[in-house]
T-cell receptor, first 113, second 110 residues
Framework: QKEVEQNSGPLSVPEGAIASLNCTYS??????FFWYRQYSGKSPELIMF????GDKEDGRFTAQLNKASQYVSLLIRDSQPSDSATYLC?????????????FGSGTRLSIRP | SQTIHQWPATLVQPVGSPLSLECTVE??????LYWYRQAAGRGLQLLFY??????ISSEVPQNLSASRPQDRQFILSSKKLLLSDSGFYLC?????????FGPGTRLTVL
């Protein structure tokens, strides 16, 4: 079982709609959860992080965490063409030292005008 | 504010040639540093991490090595490149527990 799993997509969403990206993780003791956005040919950019169960909102982005289900999601409201990118879910496992982070393989999101 | 630099940005090397990629961080001291590789269409694979000068931990066996000669300098090397070494190499630094990436080096081995 992969430590961090994401649907590879592509996920196609019309402009203005809500994009929902999902991620599951295997280490039940994980404490920190991250979403990175990666444009084609560029390096990943940290866009959201969440530590506690529930929702965390930042502008058009909402991260949701359910530790009981070992599930993290990212919602993007009012999707824009500029949101088209690959979104990487990442987890800091309980066993990790030196702030190592385990990354999923990413979900490719395409916003169609 | 912190800044991370990587060079070169792109590199084309023949099989069997040596490699040296450099990463430097500005605006922080004693950062944790990381080298990742991303193959085409794949996720990020952690190659090495360092918690201080001269302290290197390897995550996967391979023909690559890393060194940290100075606090804010991290170097990825190989004596002889393989075709499978092609990929996007990313350096990252950590402000616990977050990691921030440099711009990356795209390496093509022919």
């Amino acid at each position: 079982q992969k430590e961090v799993e994401q649907n590879s997509g592509p996920l196609s969403v019309p402009e203005g709609a809500i994009a929902s990206l999902n991620c599951t993780y295997s280490d039940r003791g994980s404490q920190s959860f991250f979403w990175y956005r990666q444009y084609s040919g560029k390096s990943p950019e940290l866009i959201m992080f969440i530590y506690s169960n529930g929702d965390k909102e930042d502008g058009r982005f909402t991260a949701q965490l359910n530790k009981a289900s070992q599930y993290v999601s990212l919602l993007i409201r009012d999707s824009q063409p500029s949101d088209s990118a690959t979104y990487l879910c990442a987890v800091n496992p309980e066993y990790s030292s030196a702030s190592k982070i385990i990354f999923g393989s990413g979900t490719r999101l395409s916003i169609r005008p | 504010s912190q800044t991370i630099h990587q060079w070169p940005a792109t590199l084309v090397q023949p099989v069997g040639s040596p490699l040296s990629l450099e990463c430097t961080v500005e605006g922080t001291s004693n950062p944790n540093l990381y080298w990742y590789r991303q193959a085409a269409g794949r996720g990020l694979q952690l190659l090495f991490y360092s918690v201080g000068i001269g302290q290197i931990s390897s995550e996967v066996p391979q023909n690559l090595s890393a060194s940290r000669p100075q606090d804010r300098q991290f170097i990825l090397s190989s004596k002889k490149l393989l075709l499978s070494d092609s990929g996007f190499y990313l350096c990252a630094w950590s402000e616990r527990p977050h990691q921030f990436f440099g711009p990356g080096t795209r390496l093509t081995v022919l």
